[in-house]
């Protein structure tokens, strides 16, 4: 399949770093990670301020950083704790889970816990605001599972990769499964057919919410501009949603502090943190 290319309904599984497509680059701005845009950046900024302040329909990709930009831990900031001597892929595979079913929910509980004792920032809180002020007027698309842009107030988030602080059964449901009445226990269970909960998030592997899917890849087929905001572009499919846009006529822009995979699918590029850029971006 080439780059760009809508993606299958079927088997839309979750995978790191595919080849990088052969497509020219744009001209990207400046490196300014820890700094306000300057005059040059300014004048993107506002130039894509207008775009958005006159489309129908924007959507908005976001991605690991713009968590990380709250405080949530990442896969690396574990590397001087207990966890660090687990391969995070173990963690967030249902062959992990199987293999070792105690281990791997005690790691979510304590990344549950690390996401419990943060807030949403600057960047989570504009884009909340500007969707309730502009109502049916922005989809909000997230690779991330913590629940954050929840908090924040954002409406109708579409979570690609499931929410960490929901359950869901490991095995079908019976009839007898209800997550109501679990036994306890690390993870618990269902006290008459012994089947497991586990974390309801997706697992490399395995495949999107066909529902949550389809709707994203609606969203930025439709929309006049695409925001990617705080993503490495590694993750597919998700990844892959940038480029559905482009083909589809959306103007495509990527925040992020550093160069992305998914610059060349971007018409600009602004570079810097989402918790700094969204609120002047997103601004009246």
């Given at each position: 399949m080439r780059p760009g290319a809508a993606l299958p309904h079927n088997?839309?599984?979750?995978?790191?770093?595919?080849?990088?497509?052969d497509e020219p680059s744009p001209t990207s701005l400046p490196s300014a990670a820890a700094e306000l845009p300057g005059q040059g950046e300014l004048h993107e900024l506002h130039e894509l301020h207008e775009r958005i302040a006159h489309a129908a329909h924007i959507a908005v990709l976001t991605g690991a950083g713009v968590s990380?930009?709250?405080g949530v831990p990442t896969f690396r900031d574990d590397?001087?704790?207990?966890?660090?001597?687990?391969?995070?892929?173990?963690m967030a595979s249902e062959?992990?889970?199987?293999?070792?079913?105690?281990?791997?929910?005690?790691?979510?509980?304590?990344?549950?816990?690390?996401?419990?004792?943060?807030?949403?920032?600057?960047?989570?809180?504009?884009?909340?605001?500007?969707?309730?002020?502009?109502p049916c007027r922005m989809t909000l698309v997230t690779q991330n599972v913590d629940g954050l842009h929840?908090?924040?107030?954002?409406?109708?988030?579409?979570?690609?990769?499931?929410?960490?602080?929901?359950?869901?059964?490991?095995?079908?449901?019976?009839?007898?499964?209800?997550?109501?009445?679990?036994?306890?226990?690390?993870p618990p269970q269902c006290p008459v057919c012994g089947n497991l909960v586990r974390p309801g998030v997706v697992w490399f592997g395995e495949s999107l919410p066909m529902g949550?899917?389809?709707?994203?890849?609606?969203?930025?087929?439709?929309?006049?501009?695409?925001l990617v905001v705080g993503?490495?572009?590694a993750v597919y499919p998700a990844?892959?949603?940038?480029?559905?846009?482009?083909?589809?006529?959306?103007?495509?822009?990527?925040?992020?502090?550093a160069p992305s995979e998914l610059d060349d699918a971007a018409h600009q590029c602004l570079r810097g943190p989402s918790a700094q850029i969204l609120p002047a971006l997103l601004a009246g």
């Open positions: 088997g839309l599984l979750f995978f790191l770093r595919p080849p990088m497509p990380a930009e709250s590397k001087n704790s207990y966890w660090a001597q687990f391969n995070p892929q173990d062959a992990g889970f199987r293999a070792h079913p105690q281990r791997v929910w005690q790691w979510y509980t304590h990344r549950r816990e690390a996401v419990a004792a943060v807030q949403p920032n600057a960047g989570h809180h504009a884009l909340a605001q500007w969707a309730l002020q502009h929840q908090r924040a107030g954002s409406p109708g988030v579409l979570c690609l990769h499931g929410e960490l602080m929901r359950d869901r059964w490991l095995e079908r449901p019976r009839a007898c499964c209800d997550l109501a009445g679990l036994n306890p226990g690390e949550v899917w389809q709707a994203a890849e609606a969203a930025v087929q439709r929309c006049e501009v695409l993503t490495s572009g990844a892959g949603l940038a480029r559905i846009a482009r083909r589809a006529g959306a103007h495509v822009a990527v925040i992020n502090p």
